[in-house]
């Protein structure tokens, strides 16, 4: 009797721990932070004012400062390079919408 409960006990013990390592492995992992910082876009000047394409390094930045256009395009300065035909056109070439469509807020 005493062998029986025990593994029993064992059993349930073993589901336990199973079922909670398979809830933390199918856990969402948590979003990265993203500092913004319009200096992250230095690498797509050239493109920006020149019309050439963007470079890879310009389209990882794009994607990582995205959750910032809405900061970007109320600041007049950056705002002007964003909602340029070559914001539009970079923006476009890197797989993202437009400036204006990543923040429904902007003026």
């Known amino acids: 009797m005493m062998m029986k409960s025990f593994s029993y006990s064992y059993v349930v013990v073993c589901t336990a721990v199973l079922v909670a390592v398979v809830m933390v492995s199918w856990e969402v992992p948590a979003a990265e932070a993203v500092t913004c910082n319009p200096l992250e876009l230095a690498p797509c000047m050239l493109s920006f004012t ?39 056109k970079i923006t476009a070439l890197c797989g993202l919408p437009p400036p204006r469509s990543m923040c429904h807020q902007a003026p």
């Open 50 to 88: 020149t019309g050439m394409l963007p470079s890879i390094q310009c389209c990882m930045r794009m994607k990582d400062q995205q959750y910032c256009m809405c900061d970007y395009l109320r600041n007049p300065v950056y705002k002007e390079y964003l909602d340029s035909d070559s914001g539009i």
